[in-house]
């Protein structure tokens, strides 16, 4: 299959930042097409613009893993911004992976990764510009076939007229058995065409092929359920859980991309997984049990990961990064090694917790102190009862003391609105937080000019999770919620200045959960509006909640059903819920009483938290059980020595 | 590599650097910078056989073993020509003002070369082309027919496909006069619009020669 490029190529210089289309990142790859009987080719999507898409460790990851596979091939492609969608369509150029320019259409497999559910329309445009019919049975053994993963296929349902197949959970070792599922068939002649392929896939419950379940509903719009239509095919399909991280160090040879992307340093994944058991976090939920990378891989892996790319900053990545068990050995051993170097370190938004200013401080050894970020998520001690977060006021304020004592001169404070029997109340107690973070920081720094900036994001309930039962909050509420905020936050003269705050309106956060805790009825709707022109909905300039609710009127007409059914509509326990089938280990029995526990707490009855299962002991969520998965920790007890010095050259 | 802009090849060459073990120098401050001088680059969409920049290193290197390594760490498209020492002058000193030129080779595919050469006997008969072109101060206008030194045309058709090539020497200055000035002038006195957006590369710059018009070596 040659390039395509050459079609591309004229259209470049009428777009954009055209640069993000040519690929030739260091260290990508572009592999011989190969024999068509025994090579299988994937091509990897994420579906939002390259600047995003290029820096997802799922792509780079899975794109190494199959690229290391003889016989395997993996290319990248990502959405095209609506300019070059215009020419490409006018000119009759195919969607094309950035790696060889090749037509996404030719490839045996497009593999799309959500990590959002606002990434849906992107895919609609990619099939239809590739020449891939969008319904799922209207493609033919000429066809890749489209599997989703990501966190958002753990409700894939939206989309199941769309995709082929999905995948749950840790993609490194299931993309190579697929991989050779495939190339069995293929090099058999395909005997059965697509449907036996399909059915070969779903056979040992790791892929869940929506096409062979039907879905059925009650009469008052509820499901009633999700059953398989044919023999062979299980009940229930499974999330996939890698037990051992250092077996798989990936991303090792990093992309380093020409354009500029949102994120501009070498990744490692510390540990997967997070029992710290917030009701509203999905990602915690899903991805149990916690599987630590030990601290020699991780220092393998930024040497390599250093010298591979150039690039001058590492990120440890995970959903808490301070809770590995060695964290203060990595971050003192690293800040050792890379002394004096220009290389700088980053930890994500951490947890409230002085330990987390002594980690920080440590990364800063030899930078500038600017900005620190802990994310509270509950506005007050209540709220904070009702998502599991055990952060007292005076643990927040003592903390961000430290920060200012330490010579951080900005503090970030990452919140949540929306949140389950959240009243104005317990948001307008942010402000009383932030004025007292900043009288107290100024206190103790002496100075004036400190700052510290609060963001608010909206909350979504998500499938998984204790809240996937929860009624989401109206976007008019939401919006003026944070209207009173931002007034209280401008009354006090003296701290205003001092504080600043981020959040958006409530609109997006309903469409995202329509799409979250959608079922099978709709994917009309994404397929309403993406005809009527809706991209990029993660994109404010490019969102229109308007088109959206028009789609939805039209697609979910005669349904019974409609937008606020699906997100401001609490759920009751015997209800079936989309994603029921799918197992992501949780015990749904586990989840309600979870759920009925904050309830409980915002009731103001003494319920105890729920604690790490780290450190604390099993409190039965199910997963290590149902996955054959255990927790995986450390400490090792080994340390990092320092590099051999680069010796001059003559 | 064309549609990389001047801080896309920044990155990437600055990366390239760290990757080659090449031993930079740094600015002092809060956040410390590579010391390197870039001189005024082609714009997103042109290509280039002929940048030049100028890195200050914590000790000295051989030139040779510089080029191998930096060549070597740089992403594919991006090539190292050549590596000297410094020369005691800015790097800026031959290649920026009015005594500098550049050379641009303009492809332009489905268009006739004796059309362009027509095109280009209209515009070099005009005393005066001015085009329009806004700077950080705003709005203003740059004399191209002034700043073309030189022009010839060649055909390149190919297997039935019509293709002209323009080559130019045009000078340096503030503002600059960019290739796409001098198209924009061929359109505007002369009628030129090609159907397909022209291919632009630099192939040199350096100090004009004001009696023969060559382009010499910025380095020697």
């Known amino acids: 299959m040659e390039s395509h490029f050459p079609l591309l190529e004229p259209l470049l210089p009428r777009v954009r930042k055209p640069v993000q289309y040519v690929g030739g990142e260091l260290n990508s790859v572009v592999k011989p097409w190969g024999d068509d009987a025994t090579t299988v080719r994937w091509a990897l999507m994420y579906p939002d613009a390259y600047e995003v898409g290029l820096p997802n460790q799922g792509i780079q990851i899975l794109y190494e893993v199959l690229n290391e596979q003889p016989d395997t091939l993996a290319e990248r492609t990502y959405a095209v911004w609506p300019d070059l969608e215009a020419l490409m369509r006018e000119h009759g150029v195919p969607q094309l992976t950035v790696d060889g320019h090749r037509p996404v259409g030719a490839f045996d497999l497009l593999g799309v990764s959500f990590a959002t559910e606002l990434g849906y329309t992107n895919l609609l445009t990619a099939l239809d510009l590739a020449g891939i019919p969008l319904h799922a049975v209207d493609r033919d053994e000429t066809h890749p076939v489209v599997v989703a993963g990501g966190h958002a296929a753990f409700n894939p349902e939206p989309v199941a007229d769309f995709i082929d197949a999905a995948v749950l959970g840790d993609g490194e070792e299931i993309v190579t058995a697929i991989t050779e599922v495939v190339r069995a068939w293929k090099s058999a002649g395909r005997p059965g065409g697509r449907d036996a392929l399909l059915t070969r896939l779903a056979a040992g419950g790791g892929v869940y092929v929506p096409r062979f379940y039907d879905a059925s509903y009650h009469e008052d719009g509820r499901l009633a359920a999700v059953t398989p239509n044919r023999d062979g095919v299980p009940d229930r399909v499974h999330k996939h859980t890698v037990a051992d991280l250092d077996a798989w160090p990936y991303p090792a040879k990093p992309l380093v991309p020409l354009a500029e992307t949102v994120h501009e340093r070498y990744s490692v994944e510390i540990f997967r997984g997070c029992t710290r058991g917030c009701r509203f976090c999905q990602a915690g939920m899903i991805t149990r049990p916690v599987r630590e990378r030990s601290i020699t891989t991780v220092g393998e892996m930024v040497d390599t990961g250093l010298k591979a790319s150039g690039l001058a900053e590492v990120g440890l990545l995970s959903l808490s990064s301070a809770d590995h068990s060695e964290i203060g050995e990595i971050v003192t051993d690293l800040a050792d090694r890379y002394e004096g170097s220009n290389t700088s370190l980053s930890l994500p938004s951490t947890r409230v917790d002085a330990f987390n200013v002594t980690l920080a401080n440590e990364l800063s050894r030899n930078g500038r102190r600017s900005g620190l970020t802990f994310a509270p998520e509950g506005g007050s001690e209540r709220m904070r009862k009702v998502i599991n977060k055990m952060v007292t006021s005076d643990d927040l304020i003592r903390t961000v003391a430290t920060a200012y004592q330490n010579g951080w001169r900005h503090v970030k404070l990452y919140f949540m609105c929306g949140l389950p029997t959240e009243t104005d109340d317990d948001v307008l107690e942010i402000a009383d937080l932030a004025r007292e973070v900043i009288r107290t920081g100024r206190e103790v720094s002496g100075r004036r000019d400190i700052r510290c900036t609060v963001s608010i994001g909206g909350f979504v309930p998500k499938p998984h999770t204790p809240f996937q039962w929860a009624a989401q909050l109206d976007h008019a509420t939401t919006d003026a919620r944070l209207h009173r905020l931002r007034d209280e936050l401008r009354r006090d003269r003296d701290y205003a200045k001092a504080i600043g705050l981020r959040y958006h309106d409530g609109k997006p956060g309903i469409v995202e959960g329509l799409l979250s805790r959608g079922d099978r009825r709709v994917g009309a709707v994404i397929e309403q509006v993406w005809r009527d022109g809706a991209r990029f909905d993660g994109w404010s300039e490019h969102f229109s909640y308007d088109a959206w609710t028009a789609a939805a009127e039209t697609a979910l007409a005669g349904a019974g059903v409609d937008v606020d059914w699906y997100t401001t509509r609490e759920r009751g326990h015997d209800e079936v819920l989309p994603w029921d089938h799918l197992d992501s280990g949780l015990d749904k029995q586990w989840l309600w009483d979870d759920w009925q526990d904050a309830l409980d707490a915002a009731a103001g009855e003494d319920v105890d938290d729920v604690e790490d299962c780290r450190w604390d002991g099993c409190y039965f969520c199910g997963v290590c059980p149902s996955l054959g998965s255990s927790i995986e920790i450390g400490p090792t007890g080994r340390r990092l020595l320092p590099l051999e010095p680069v010796p001059p050259r003559p | ?220």
């Open chain 2, 1 to 220: 590599m064309r549609f990389a802009s001047v801080r896309d090849f920044q990155r990437a060459l600055e990366r390239a650097l760290r990757r080659a073990d090449v031993p930079m120098a740094y600015s002092q401050g809060f956040s410390p910078h590579p010391k390197i001088s870039y001189l005024p680059a082609v714009q997103t969409g042109v290509a280039s056989e002929a940048e030049y920049v100028e890195i200050g290193l914590q000790q000295e290197r051989d030139p040779q073993q510089v080029a191998t390594a930096l060549s070597d760490a740089l992403p594919d498209g991006l090539e190292v020509v050549e590596v000297t020492a410094a020369a005691g002058r800015p790097l800026g000193e031959p290649l920026t003002g009015e005594a500098a030129a550049s050379v641009w080779q303009v492809r332009f595919d489905d268009v006739d070369a004796a059309a362009l050469h027509d095109a280009l006997g209209v515009f070099l008969a005009a005393t005066s082309v001015r085009v329009p072109r806004s700077t950080k101060s705003g709005r203003t206008e740059v004399d191209v027919r002034a700043a073309l030194i030189s022009a010839s045309v060649r055909d390149e058709s190919h297997d039935g496909r019509a293709c002209a090539i323009l080559e130019a020497v045009v000078r340096h200055g503030t503002p600059s006069v960019r290739p796409d000035d001098v198209l924009t002038g061929l359109r505007d006195v002369a009628g030129l619009a090609p159907p397909v957006p022209p291919v632009v590369t630099r192939l040199a710059q350096g100090p004009l020669d004001e009696t023969t018009g060559a382009v010499l070596d910025p380095l020697s």
